[in-house]
């Protein structure tokens, strides 16, 4: 039942994919085949395509855009750099912060993401907050104190008015890419303890409340059981959310 009170999200990090003409046809495809579905749904889209896939989308209700990232200053000398102000004049409504191959790829870490978190709210723009551990903490057992101080450290500063507009995104790294597979059990595991960890801070309403998306692999053939653990609700998808036809089946498998 306290499932039914959360918002259902089904995202797509379209990453560094797609020419600006494959995306607009991607999101066409996705929308004119899209029959009501059971939660939102959020494209993930390159900086370039985000004008032409607002204009795409216009006009579906549970349809978002949503930008791969944000800095964490307002404006200045950052070349390169792309502002939450910018985000916010496109209509931008959610932004990635935190992912995967940000935090290892450009080293970002989690006071810098506290900042970021604090620009995109500054703006009304919704984070989705991404956590999740490597191999090396998996195996050492210690991955949920390792994702609890990313949540303290990037996001527990929040009051609770401002987390209530969080949307948090678990990645199992060890899981992506590596040939090795989570079980729907340990997504349900982790999401649970990082449900316990919000209600231990902000208490049990808010905790309730917030949705908690999988990021691990998430796929055609594994989202709805994935999606019918009770805090699982709903996925943000990597190389499936470049396919029309999977994405819309992960889509439809929203309880």
Not at 143 to 155: A, D, G, I, P, Y
């Amino acid at each position: 039942m306290i499932k039914n009170m959360r918002q259902q999200i089904v995202a797509g990090n379209w990453k560094m994919n797609t020419t600006l003409q494959e995306g607009a046809e991607l999101a066409r495809e996705i929308v004119e085949r899209l029959d009501q579905p059971k939660g939102l749904v959020v494209f993930a889209a390159p900086f370039t395509h985000l004008t032409t896939v607002q204009t795409t989308v216009k006009g579906h209700i549970n349809v978002h855009l949503a930008a791969q990232n944000c800095h964490q200053e307002t404006k200045g000398a950052y070349t390169g750099e792309i502002s939450v102000d910018m985000l916010a004049s496109l209509g931008v409504e959610f932004v990635l912060i935190g992912h995967s191959e940000r935090r290892e790829y450009f080293k970002e870490t989690n006071a810098l993401l506290a900042q970021k978190v604090d620009q995109a709210l500054s703006k009304g723009i919704r984070p989705i907050f991404c956590c999740g551990e490597p191999l090396k903490i998996r195996e050492k057992e210690t991955h949920v104190n390792f994702v609890k101080k990313q949540l303290r450290e990037s996001l527990f500063h929040l009051t609770p008015e401002q987390f209530k507009s969080v949307v948090i995104a678990y990645e199992p790294i060890w899981a992506i890419g590596t040939g090795k597979t989570a079980s729907s059990q340990q997504a349900q595991d982790m999401h649970q303890a990082i449900r316990k960890a919000i209600a231990s801070k902000y208490g049990k309403r808010i905790a309730n409340a917030t949705s908690i998306l999988y990021g691990g692999s998430c796929n055609a053939a594994n989202a709805a059981e994935l999606f019918s653990q009770p805090d699982v609700d709903g996925g943000l998808i990597g190389g499936a959310s470049l396919k029309a036809a999977d994405f819309l089946q992960i889509i439809q498998a929203l309880k």
